[in-house]
């Protein structure tokens, strides 16, 4: 396997490739139509960023209301606030089953507890809808959801039709004999543009809050705002809170917040990070999470070991009728080798890594001595996801599947009038993916980008 990847992959512990083909290269996002996520759930609901194709309430009355939120530039947080703030009601009784891309066109379930159905319908957002579907007695959650599908064109491709044919051939050959790509968690998962969630998760569960806030608030990056990225650097100069609270563009709505609590108490880290909502530090911890779980993965695949074959320790874990992972697992035992081979080919195990945490330890056998290294290397251990101080965002750990399986996969070509300098094509991409995984993970195995925010990632 190549291990040319690029340098913020790296940063995120995605150190290598599943296929040794050559990519496509290109852009993702040229606008945000060329990136379509449609959520799915168990029972088959599709969320369709096609508003004349969704359906409307008919059921009596329950607790909850089910609605579609189809929108455009948005981050999920962003517009859950908008939409709580016009309906006069705490962010606590909207719920998600998943964090969707801002930089794209999406659609998605959310559920909303104890407000009129007319109410909802008054809700006014700029390229966004909310468009209520049914009535539940249940809020929505991550338990209902099966899956995403994705409707992704390549724009700017970096060589001929026939070329770019060839190689997206070759990827797709390697990845089925491969039984799928790597399951790490996306660029999204950290930040493309502010690639820093993970590093101050690392700080928090450390209990070094001062450092994680300093990251949070004054480290800049060049992919952002040049007046965003002013007002940090100010902050970092001076550390003044008080006064660069000033500077802060408004829409840097949690950095205010915190800036705010440090003006008036310039030594309560803690504190600050309090004012911002238990999500957004869940994230944190969560993103650091999703780190050392990559760095797990990469770390297996450099050294040569299979991913749906189990070695003595390897945690594997039942999946469902679904596919889906359940809370059934068990380490392997030497003779099982061949069993749980075929079992991975019938869909029913599944190779799993833990997301450490205070009630998740690492591997057993090889396995376990890459991640005990990857532990001792970062100076953590899975105790330290229980935060004494801040409880509520402590991180119970648990499993994820080692493999991406990629349903439903198609590719077509069409012409691109906008990429008249590199050829006049694009490449459309359509798939599905389980919940929890990542399409630009999926996308990097065929593009190859070397400069993932260049490429849109």
Not at 158 to 169: G, P, T
Not at 247 to 262: K, V, W
Request: glycine residues 6%.
């Amino acid at each position: 396997m190549t291990t040319e990847v690029s340098s913020l992959d790296a940063d995120f512990g995605i150190m290598v490739y599943a296929s040794r083909s050559l990519g496509i290269g290109g852009k993702i996002r040229v606008v945000p139509e060329d990136f379509v996520v449609e959520e799915v759930l168990i029972d088959g609901s599709k969320a369709s960023v096609v508003v004349a194709n969704i359906n409307r309430p008919t059921s009596n009355p329950e607790r909850y209301v089910i609605c579609v939120l189809v929108k455009k530039g948005w981050d999920t947080f962003s517009a859950l606030r908008t939409i709580a703030r016009q309906l006069d009601i705490d962010e606590e009784r909207i719920s998600i089953s998943g964090i969707k891309d801002a930089r794209a066109l999406t659609a998605q379930h959310i559920s909303i507890g104890g407000v009129p159905l007319e109410k909802i319908s008054e809700i006014n957002l700029e390229n966004a809808a909310i468009i209520p579907t049914r009535f539940s007695p249940e809020k929505i959650s991550s338990k209902v959801l099966f899956g995403n599908q994705f409707d992704i064109k390549v724009r700017a491709i970096e060589c001929s039709i026939e070329e770019a044919k060839q190689r997206i051939e070759e990827t797709k050959h390697q990845i089925d004999v491969f039984w799928g790509v790597p399951n790490f968690f996306g660029h999204q998962r950290f930040g493309t543009i502010r690639p820093f969630t993970h590093k101050v998760g690392r700080h928090i569960v450390r209990g070094e809050y001062e450092k994680a806030a300093l990251i949070f608030l004054s480290e800049p990056s060049v992919y952002e705002h040049r007046r965003a990225s002013r007002a940090r650097e100010r902050l970092r100069e001076t550390g003044d809170y008080k006064s660069c609270l000033r500077f802060f563009p408004r829409r840097l709505f949690y950095e205010r917040l915190m800036l705010l609590h440090l003006s008036r108490y310039p030594n309560d880290f803690l504190g600050a990070f309090r004012k911002i909502p238990r999500t957004i530090r869940v994230l944190f911890v969560q993103a650091y999470q999703s780190y050392l779980f990559n760095r797990f993965l990469s770390e297996r695949i450099k050294h040569g070991l299979s991913l749906n074959e189990a070695y003595p320790g390897d945690f594997v874990v039942s999946l469902d009728k679904n596919g889906l992972p359940t809370n059934n697992f068990r380490n392997a035992k030497p003779d099982e080798s061949f069993e749980i081979r075929e079992a991975i080919r019938r869909k029913e195990l599944a190779i799993a890594l833990p997301l450490v945490g205070y009630n998740q330890g690492v591997s057993k056998g090889i396995q376990g001595q890459i991640e005990r290294q990857v532990l001792k290397e970062e100076n953590i251990s899975p105790k330290d996801f229980y935060l004494m101080d801040m409880p509520e965002a402590s991180a119970a750990g648990g499993l994820r599947s080692v493999l991406i399986p990629l349903m439903n996969f198609d590719v077509t070509f069409e012409e691109d009038k906008h990429n008249i300098d590199r050829g006049n094509f694009a490449v459309r991409f359509r798939f599905m993916l389980h919940k929890g995984s990542y399409a630009t993970v999926v996308l990097r195995e065929f593009m190859k980008p070397i400069d993932l925010v260049d490429a849109g990632f």
